[in-house]
């Protein structure tokens, strides 16, 4: 399994601070991350300035990669929180990450020139994880996972159903996923409806669809997934789609 993490406009948090500040707060940031990851069995890869890319399963594989991926993905979520507390403290601004995961084959190795090698992952299974860690921001969900993380995982985390995706670069979909650590009972349920409104969507039966995701909006109103998919059933509805359509969102940006 392979996570990315980035932090949302760190550009602009840089130029509000000073560049001591900026040191401090990212090492402090990097600090409790890291110790997530290998916390559970990840290994850091390297940074890409503010960003993190870890893998799970190498050099030898635990037998829950993919759970552990997630698990170090939802309290680095938490982590955030904390973090976010002695930033405010220290009078600086909130950051703001999405974690995306993806799991599958990779080429594995030290890989480099005689001067610098790196162990690291290779393989379009590793760029599949950067785009949907990409894809946080435009669902705005904090932590997306790929299908095959899904797989793995829906068994021991609540997962949820948000997209049909063909992520740039690539001709073929991906789904992704959300993923929670546990839900109230009032979350469960407005999952419950939504996901009946997507098993409708996709089989084009728009109007049922729209009643599900009405019922999961009155439970859990101004839910960014509920209210695209209720939008994309009115607009179908008044626009009914050609007979090749598949419902997949075809990403032009990373």
């Known amino acids: ?138 669902y705005q969900e904090p932590l997306l996972v790929s299908g095959s993380v899904y797989k793995e995982v829906h068994s021991a985390f609540p997962c949820r159903f948000i997209d049909k995706v063909a992520v740039k670069g690539r001709h073929n979909a991906i789904s992704v996923f959300s993923v929670r650590r546990d839900l109230d009972s009032g979350l469960e349920k407005a999952w419950k409806y939504y996901h009946a409104g997507i098993k409708r969507y996709y089989e084009r039966r728009f109007e049922e669809a729209l009643k599900y995701f009405k019922a999961a909006d009155r439970l859990r109103p101004s839910d960014p997934a509920t209210e695209r998919f209720l939008a994309r059933c009115q607009g179908l509805i008044k626009d009914p789609p050609a007979s090749d359509w598949t419902g997949i969102v075809v990403m032009r940006e990373k």
């Open 1 to 138: 399994s392979v996570l990315f993490s980035d932090i949302v406009g760190f550009t602009g948090i840089s130029e509000r601070l000073k560049p001591a500040e900026v040191v401090e707060s990212l090492n402090h940031y990097f600090d409790r991350m890291v110790d997530i990851i290998m916390g559970n069995a990840g290994i850091v890869d390297k940074y890409i300035g503010d960003a993190i890319m870890a893998f799970f399963g190498a050099p030898s594989s635990t037998g829950r990669d993919a759970l552990n991926s997630v698990t170090a993905g939802i309290e680095m979520r938490d982590a955030l929180d904390e973090f976010n507390a002695w930033q405010q403290a220290r009078g600086r601004p909130p950051f703001y990450s999405g974690v995306g995961i993806n799991h599958g084959k990779v080429t594995i190795g030290n890989i480099g020139s005689d001067k610098k090698m790196d162990y690291t992952v290779i393989g379009d299974m590793v760029n599949i994880a950067s785009r949907v860690e990409g894809l946080t921001r435009y």
